[in-house]
Structure formats: C-alpha cells, structure tokens
C-alpha cells in the first residue's frame, strides 16, 4: 500500500470493500472516530476510546476491547507516523430487518493524510455559514457519533468553498454546533458550550477542553465553563467565539454570515496557546 493513500484494515486485513449485509452500510448501525495522529502515537486516544466504547453500549454494539486495541495498533505500525485514522465499528453483518442479535462487530480502521488548512484559518479565524437545515431532538443518541451523518451532509452542500464551517441549530432554533466541530463563546466572563442532551456530537476536542485545559485550578485559565441552552441573541451578543475538534484543534471564528462579527479576544488565544503547549502538533507548521 503506498503511504501517500489512504490504508485500510477490515478486520485486521488489507482490505477496501465492505459486506453488503453489514447492519453500519445497512442501518447506519454503527460508530466512528475521526482521529489525530502524531508522532505514531494518539494523544487523545482515552477519550476517543471513552465516547466510542460509551456509544456501543448504548447501541447494542459488544466491543471486544483488546481486540480494537490490537487492530489500532496494526494501523499504526503499518502507516506514516502522522495523519488521520479513522475507526468505525458496525453492529456486524446480519440478515434484513431491523432486529440484531448475537452478532460480531466489524472493525474498519483507516489511515489518511493530514489535511491542508490554511495557517489563517488558526491564526485570524473563520467566518461560519449560517445553515438553514436544523437538527431534530433525539435524545437516545445525543452526544454519541453514530454512522447517519445524513444532517451533516444536508448542511455542508448549501455552501461550496466561500465558508470554512457551517453554524448548525436544533429545532427549536438554538445553537448547537458547527457542521464537523463544535463551539464555544466567551460572554462576561464566561465560556459557554452548547448543551448536548437532545442532539449534536460530544467532540473529543470538546471534552478534553473542559476536562484538562478549562478547569480551574489550570494557571493559565481563570474563567467558568457552563454548559447551556444558547439561542442566536446569546451567541450574537459574546465577544468571543471559536470551533474546535481533534484534528484541527482550535479555530477563531470572526464572523456569521452577514449576522454577527467577533474579534480575535485574548481569552481564545490564550486558550490555544495551552493547547500547543500540551499538544504541540495542534499548532500551524509543527
């Protein structure tokens, strides 16, 4: 395999074509994990793992632990040393109808380059799209990134390349997320996160921000995190606003789409400067 395509293991074998009675190609009966690989390590692994293993209980899906761990580390000794692996892990394969039982997950582990960003989009921020399909409550999979991504294609084909990210909201009108990150803004002396009890993905970027870097006995961090409800009038009013995720860490964002603008504050540069100084590969030229 040349290392300049995208490697692949099903299974724990090269391979590149899924079974078409896989319930994940199916039913969408599966997970995934979008992950940063550095150095040949994966510094986020534990919470990669944590909201993977967390998903498959609540999606019936048994994962056999060592045996992910096995195959991830076959990945990593087949590939570049940096890059992007994705995990997905379906319900296995099963005969029509929706009903699963007793069946083997199918492990899909891939290997991708790192993808090219501007250093801008790092350094002097973003500008969202304000996207006009929205998100319907479904508490049961709140917060897990299961296989139907079905809402995030909608949103990402009503724009081309005039945006960098699209700004997502529920059904009832209030923030979320971004299309493929999520968000968070600073308002009197507060960071605000959207609440993800009744949709959107629980990023791993996310949470290892308010775990590690946002808590408050970090030196470099003087400020409270809550995690709320957020119409548009709460976001429009912050003074600071920026997206996050694990493989581009943490973007500014200057602008909505003709809606609102924010300035590139200290507060959120200096929140990615104890992001690369934890993990330097975050950081634009490393």
């Not at 949709?199 to 791993?204: A, P, R, T």
């Not at 603008?261 to 507060?267: I, M």
Request: with cysteine.
């Amino acid at each position: 395999m040349s290392s300049k395509n995208s490697i692949c293991f099903i299974n724990g074998e090269p391979a590149n074509t899924v079974p078409v009675d896989d319930r994940g190609l199916n039913y969408g009966h599966g997970l995934f994990e979008t992950i940063r690989l550095s150095n040949g390590s994966v510094p986020l692994w534990s919470h990669h793992f944590s909201r993977l293993t967390g998903g498959s209980a609540k999606l019936g899906i048994k994962i056999d632990n060592r045996l992910l761990q096995s195959y991830l580390e076959q990945l990593t000794t087949a590939c570049p040393a940096d890059g992007i692996i994705k995990i997905i892990v379906t319900a296995g394969s099963g005969g029509r109808g929706y009903r699963s039982s007793s069946l083997h997950p199918n492990y899909m582990l891939q290997w991708f380059p790192l993808p090219e960003h501007p250093a801008s989009h790092q350094q002097l921020g973003i500008t969202l799209k304000f996207c006009q399909h929205h998100l319907l409550h479904s508490p049961q999979l709140a917060g897990i990134k299961h296989l139907n991504r079905l809402d995030q294609v909608v949103a990402r084909a009503e724009w081309e390349d005039e945006y960098t990210e699209g700004l997502m909201f529920d059904q009832e009108g209030n923030v979320v997320e971004a299309v493929s990150s999520n968000l968070f803004f600073y308002s009197e002396g507060t960071w605000f996160t959207p609440k993800l009890n009744q949709c959107g993905v629980k990023g791993v970027m996310r949470q290892y921000l308010m775990e590690e870097l946002m808590e408050p006995q970090s030196p470099s961090f003087s400020s409270q995190v809550e995690e709320a409800t957020c119409s548009l009038d709460l976001l429009l009013s912050a003074d600071e606003v920026f997206v996050c995720n694990s493989v581009v860490g943490i973007w500014p964002v200057l602008s909505l789409e003709g809606r609102g603008t924010w300035s590139l504050g200290q507060h959120t540069l200096l929140l990615q400067n104890s992001l690369y100084k934890a993990l330097p590969h975050y950081k634009s030229g490393l």
